[in-house]
């Protein structure tokens, strides 16, 4: 994910919930020409040129798409404000790799992801 500065609350990120990375690499590799970076057997970033985003065995393939990951300068403040908002919060602030994260859903149910630099 980027850390670039100048990006708050914007999105940063997209990630997709994948049952095998090697077939997904192989597939957009081929069809669309992204680049990859793994981060251990269970994470793999892909670079389209333009955005970045990541394929992920941690959780089941799930419905409804992939996960957009906005990023936030300050991870609380944010998750302040998308509780005054009325957003549930379905995964507790974490940490991974870089960084920490939370996500969320919004008012119609999409789960949705807040992330911020070490």
Not at 63 to 90: F, H, K, N, S, W
Request: some cysteine; overall charge negative; glycine content about 12%.
């Amino acid at each position: 994910m980027s850390t670039a500065h100048g990006n708050d609350r914007r999105i940063d990120n997209i990630e997709f919930n994948v049952a095998d990375i090697a077939r997904s690499k192989a597939f957009y590799g081929s069809v669309f020409g992204w680049s990859f970076t793994d981060y251990g057997p269970g994470y793999t970033e892909f670079d389209d040129g333009r955005l970045r985003g990541g394929f992920t065995t941690d959780a089941p393939v799930r419905a409804g798409g992939p996960l957009v990951i906005l990023y936030a300068d300050e991870l609380v403040a944010t998750q302040q404000r998308v509780e005054a908002a009325g957003a549930d919060i379905c995964r507790a602030a974490f940490d991974f790799p870089g960084g920490r994260r939370f996500h969320f859903r919004d008012p119609d149910g999409y789960e949705l992801a807040v992330w911020t630099a070490a």
